[in-house]
């Protein structure tokens, strides 16, 4: 660093640098020591969402962020209430701070990027409080058992407590895989979730309600295949031209529309991330050594719709409060403003204003059936009013993602000078040009910049339209479009790791220890 005052934020890493945290390894971690730690991890994770709140009336709660559940990686009712949700939204905050220059760090330089880490830490935890007193003041209930025990103050301190070490064993997970592991833990605690909705959502023989062996044709089982299976094998010809068909293909849970879709965002998403940028490179010294530095069509890969749906759950919880909570909604002008959102008694999903226009449309139920036909789908909205729910939404998923694309590439060291002196360092160069990192990075920049815009505005559209066609298991097209491209690079990162176990000239490369 130059002259220049050291950021303000230096004062706050002490405090960040006493937090429990994971050590980075000294040196190189063996391939089967990290597939270990993923393996462990992972197991942890499911069974910590297995783990419910002590002290929590179930019945008596509402799940602020029911519609985000399969983004936000958490489990409702449970330790991880919160999910990812502190990490994410502290991650953006960072991220726009920085990315808007209000906080002064260079994160090529090791010192500023070990303060951001620990300011990270702080605001982390800062947000953990944030995003757990509004529920647990409003939302989760202590039961009566629990509150005549601790009373309500205590009860309700102890929920906290809970959330709080739930969500912080999140971050430590999250930094055991990114460290000792391979690819991140919120991308990998994402996909485990969603698959394990896609899969009961898909195979699910058990009733909805109720667990007998004779369903009524009303109460059919929840899993698509075998609900298609029992009404086709337990109605008739007349029956099935009057409402059978279409309880299969539209009728709730898990109609057959949202498994075609799901399959169709998967193949939709593979062909996507195959799609590539291939820059030659040679060897400077190895006479003969060549290769190719791929740049991918979805560049920026799937964090900017994590942090653009992490914004949009924020919001919503913000709207809710607002409209439902006591003491926020006496507030003059924006407390129970319809304007700004409406919620149904006992509903966490905006019902009208413009929490309604940014929230996720569940399905083609949800919006294209209203449009098309309101007498009988009418959803309390007219046709104008769907249309313009399906247009700001779409538009407001393609901006928001656009945005964090750009700040993530820059913030991670994806942008055309890092990428540039990575080359550089491993030796390698673009045959014709001269080996300098400044002619690199001209020639980077023209593609860098126009593929990070590109990936942000298709993997913004494709979530949107992900989540509009709807997903087996209720796993929000959104999650899904995140799973498919999380085990792909997952996939991606296997390989590098193997070829770096064989080789370990190629850890210069890849960035490995």
Known sequence: MDDAKPSLL????PIGDRLPAVKRPEGHVHFRTKIMWVAVILILYFVMSNVYIWGLDQSGSLDMFAQYRTIMAGASGTILQLGIGP????????????????????????????CYQSVMKV??????????????????????AFVSQFGSWGSKSLIILQLFIGSYLVFLFDEVISKWGIGSGISLFIAAGVAQAVFTGALNWYPL???????????????????????????????????????ILLGAPNPLIALIGTVVIFLVVVYLESSRIELPLSHGNARGARGRYPIKLMYASNIPVILMSALLANISMVCLLLYTNDFLSSIPLIGGNGAIGTYET?????????AWYLSTPQGLTDWLLPILNPASYGNGHSVIQNICHVLIYLTVMVIGSIMFAKFWVETTNLGPESVANNIMRSGMQIP??????????????RYIPTITVL?????GLLAAVADMIGTTGNASGTGLLLAVGIIIRFYEALGREQMMEMNPMMRGFFGGE
Do not use: C, W
Not at 87 to 114: C, E, H
Not at 346 to 354: K, L, P
């Open 346 to 354: 006992g509903s966490t999903t905006a019902s009208g204003g413009i």
């Open 432 to 445: 014709g040009f001269r080996r300098d990192p400044r002619v690199l990075t001209k020639v980077l920049e």
């Open 87 to 114: 990490i994410v939204t502290a991650s953006i905050i960072m991220q726009l701070f920085v990315g808007a220059k209000i906080i002064k760090l260079d994160l090529s330089n090791k010192k500023d990027k070990a």
């Open 123 to 144: 605001l982390v935890l800062v947000m953990i409080l944030v995003e757990a007193l509004p529920q647990v003041f409003g939302y989760l209930v202590p039961s009566d």
């Open 209 to 247: 309600q109720g667990f007998g062996t004779e369903y009524a044709l009303s109460n059919p089982p929840a899993g698509t295949i075998p609900k298609a299976i029992y009404i086709l094998t337990h109605t008739s010809s007349a029956e099935m031209a009057s409402g059978g068909y279409e309880m």
């Open 455 to 459: 990936s942000g505005a298709l993997i």
């Open 10 to 13: 230096y004062k706050v890493k």
